[in-house]
């Protein structure tokens, strides 16, 4: 079955050496969320593009969140996340730490609901942006499965990914586990033709 990849970005976007930004030309059909502002992130505005992004799509939605993006995933719209088949939740920001920038300080306090889709939680033991403890308990909170990896920061174009292959592994897990717990249409059944009374 089709599924529709949704990239969502973080705070201040997904430069051209992002595993993001590569995976756009890599992943068939992906869409890209583009925020009207993405250096003065504003919670309400965020959430709304990317549920509008959903609304549209054609096909079962797997989420590619990366920092800030997994925090709106997160806060979806309930009748939305019927047509998530699941999300990749890469390095969430813990936009509750006592040093995070004023202008993430909005999208507290962070989502803790469990999601309804099936998700994975990659998180980095040096995360300058959420300590790993952190990411587990999300994970926890959100019924997310967890993958860590060892001293790769923030999980963006400074840790030195390129495409990100073994990030692409864990998608593809992702994407099958997804596929197998979407119930396909039931076939439709050609209308009885009504025969006339003799």
Known sequence: MRLQPIIVPGWKNSGPEHWQSRWVSVLPHAVRIEQRD???????????????????????????????GCLITACLPVPLRAKVAGALLVAPAD???????????????????????QSVVV?????????????????????????????AGHINAESGLADWPDGLKIFAALRRRAAWRITTPAPRIPPVPICGMF
């Open 123 to 151: 998180a980095s033991d040096d995360d300058p942006y959420c300590a790993l403890e952190r990411a587990r308990a999300f994970a926890e909170d959100w019924g997310s499965r967890i993958v860590v990896l060892s001293g």
């Open 95 to 117: 936009v509750e730490r006592p040093d995070a920038p004023a202008c993430l300080r909005g999208f507290a306090p962070i989502s803790r609901q469990s999601l309804p889709f």
């Open 38 to 68: 993405w250096e003065n992130p504003e919670p309400a505005q965020w959430v709304s593009t990317l549920a509008g992004e959903v609304d549209r799509a054609r096909a079962p939605v797997l989420i590619v969140a990366h920092s800030l």
